[in-house]
């Protein structure tokens, strides 16, 4: 395959920024997108450019670090799936293809390709946590009974990766997916009402002062999610807040 | 709890609220409107009860009024926050992968239906209070000092739709209303935490909402401009 590559170029935080076009060749279908990224860079190396920088670890979708914005879409055009797991069939022949990294206040670009996601890691030490006794009596978790569709649905929260695609795919540059599942994973369980009043409350205001944008409910984020996260888990999370700011 | 507004959460679960009530406020003046094709003389009695009944008056009325100027304010609040989230746009963005026209222009569609109500006040409701608080003719009469001349409301409502390019405005205006409604409707509910077993059918209803309300202020526009001499 051969394609046409615009990709956001951007040297630093201070930096502008532009797109800049990248011609490549004999791409394999069957190459996943970041190793056709890999073969770009191999070539740029080769000239004595600069690579183009970009996030990536597990290359198996579980940790969520691939986060690039590809045509027009977070983690490009097919649903359930992280950029790593994408794969160059997806495009065709002779296509262009438009690379650029998630798009949002919170989320400033480090470089390039790379976002500062840690607005997402304040927010769960916010709240997104609960205290157990880890000094040698902790209870085992399995000997709480919990009914099976809230056990199925806090762990459906809990597969959030917190890849951000949610943020970036959202006109508003709303992270409420991802908190709404943070507070979701726990809210359901009988481990996590302990806590429940100050998390919710202390992990909306972390959102808000971290800059993100309101939901306006288009579910753009529950589309994009590589990992299918509910709609249902912000309208918990609304319930849980509304709850809480009446009990404080 | 003092706090709420100034959240994110809070600010959108006000913004539902007055969608609600206005959306309860759009069925009730359907209702009565629809009477002006179906039964024109208890439109003219049902009218000049809303019009002079205290309670309505002086009580309801503002609340709607409020009501109004609380979701638009705070739609052009989000609007400019949501703007502020996002500083550099995306240079290829596919919205339309993910979610609908309607969802991606509430803005649009609610800027829309503004101009739409300025136009509304400017044709019914300035006039009627100008006629019941400036002349202080509180009667509802066609000739205010005969009692045999009848109501003005139908009257005035069929004089409203002799002009064509103000029937095709309605039509427009409750075109952006339907839009605006088959997002607004389920998106109310989600903000107010309603995510649950009964949220399918609730679309399915909202649906029938969305579209059967315009659609039928759509027919009484019409019904009036072709059942008159131009």
Known sequence: MDLKLKIWRQKNANDKGKMVDYPISNVSPDMSFLEM?????NELIEK???????????REGICGSCSLYINGEAHGPDRLITTCQLHMRTFKDGETITI???RAKAFPVIKDLVVDRTAF?????????ISVNTSGNTIDANAIPINKADADNAF???TCIGCGACVASCKNSSAMLFVGAKVSQFALLPQGQVEATDRVLNMVKQMDEEGFGNCTNTGACEVECPKGISLENIARMNREYLSA???G | MSGILNSSIGRKFAMALSALFLMVFLLQHFSINILSVLAPETFNVVSHFMGTFWVIQYLLQPVLIIGVIFHFVMGFVLEI????????SYAKNNGGANSTWMSRNMIWSGLSILAFICLHFYDFWFPEINTKFIVGDMSGLIDPNNAESGYRYYEELQHKFVDAWRVVLYVISFVFLALHLLHGFNSAFQSVGANNKYTKGLKGFSKIYAIGIPLGFVFIALFHFFNQAH
């Open chain 2, 81 to 88: 926050r949501n703007n502020k989230a996002r500083q550099i």
């Open chain 1, 100 to 102: 650029e990294p998630w």
């Open chain 1, 37 to 41: 990224l890999d073969v770009l860079n």
């Open chain 1, 121 to 129: 890691d304040r927010i769960q030490h916010a709240g997104g946590f």
């Open chain 1, 156 to 158: 459906m929260a809990a």
């Open chain 1, 48 to 58: 004595g450019e600069a690579p183009v920088s970009f996030d990536h670890d597990c």
């Open chain 1, 245 to 247: 700011s009446l009990k």
